[in-house]
């Protein structure tokens, strides 16, 4: 493949990962349409692979820029003794840690399953579209009702919750960020800290993925010139689209309900019936 086609290839890969990563309507299933579409598939497939979840990481850097003042005083005041212990950084962590459990155990456990039997145009169109029903019940359901905890002071038992909720994720389609926003809803969060934790859960599981496929492709050391261009654009275009998109959707959810993304996603699924139908997959 030329170079040339495979860094503008990437920059694409990087804008729709951007857009889609932290918007509930499921970047995997995006990526993997947008892959077949501009002819990315070609590349060797444990690159395939392991790029799709290392350009997650430039989002999930864009987190870590835009909430840098709160995990910041999270380890200012990682200690019980110098706050409160309802306040302090190590139970905020521990809170984020204990809701990454339930998805951890059952990645490493599944992961191969799904990435083997899953990935059909027929079951992510299915996920998109059941995702998409779960979301508007949830969120009529449990969205009004809830008191609006705000300072993600979340509890072993909220945060069990969202983990457990977290594993449907495993289901390419399903989306994590929606997973883990109803989740929250359930749990009683409102929407923002709901959205808010599901951020700052992405950074461990989306680091702890990357490395998992990086290892099994072998480790970057065995990577081309242009892979490695590839791959760098991806992240850098990823986390500045992402920059941009999580504060507007912070903004977005305080004011409207997600209905709209909803509705996006059943209307995605049908595009990814054709896709499938048409042999993009």
């Known amino acids: 493949m030329d ?3 495979l860094l503008i290839q990437s920059v694409i890969l990087g804008i729709v990962e951007g857009i889609t990563e932290f918007l ?4 995997t299933g995006h990526l993997i349409i947008a892959q077949n579409i501009i002819g990315f598939t070609s590349v060797r497939g444990a690159y395939l692979e392991m790029y799709t979840y290392v350009i997650q990481l430039g989002a999930i850097l864009a987190v870590v820029v835009l909430y840098w003042q709160k995990i910041k005083d999270t380890l200012i005041h990682f200690f019980p003794k110098k706050v409160g212990y309802e306040d302090s950084g190590f139970r ?3 809170m984020i840690v ?6 951890g155990f059952f990645g490493i456990l599944l992961d191969d399953l799904a990435e083997k039997y899953l990935f059909s145009p027929y079951t992510v169109a299915a996920a998109l579209f059941v995702g998409a029903i779960f979301m508007i019940v949830a969120e009529n359901r449990f969205r009004g009702k809830n008191g ?21 994720a495993i289901i390419p389609g399903m989306s994590r960020s929606a997973s883990t926003i109803i989740g929250g809803w359930i749990a009683g969060l409102s929407t923002v800290a709901a959205a ?10 989306m680091v702890g993925m990357s490395f998992l496929k990086i290892v099994k492709m072998g480790g970057f050391g065995l990577m081309a010139g242009a892979e490695w261009g590839a791959l760098v654009i991806g992240f850098v275009v990823s986390f500045l689209v992402a920059l941009v ?3 507007r959707f912070i903004n977005y959810l305080k004011h409207k309900p997600m209905k709209i993304f909803a509705k996006y996603r059943m209307i995605f699924a049908g595009f990814v019936v054709i896709a499938g139908l048409m042999g993009m997959f």
Not at 196 to 205: D, G, T, Y
């Open 196 to 205: 808010e934790f599901s951020f700052f859960l992405a950074i461990p599981v």
């Open 92 to 94: 905020f962590w521990l």
């Open 98 to 103: 204990i809701a990454c459990i339930p998805g």
């Open 245 to 247: 998109v999580i504060g």
């Open 3 to 5: 170079t040339w086609i």
């Open 148 to 168: 609006g905890i705000e300072d993600l002071k979340i509890s072993p038992k909220q945060a069990i919750l969202i983990g457990l909720f977290q594993c449907l």
């Open 24 to 27: 509930p309507v499921s970047s």
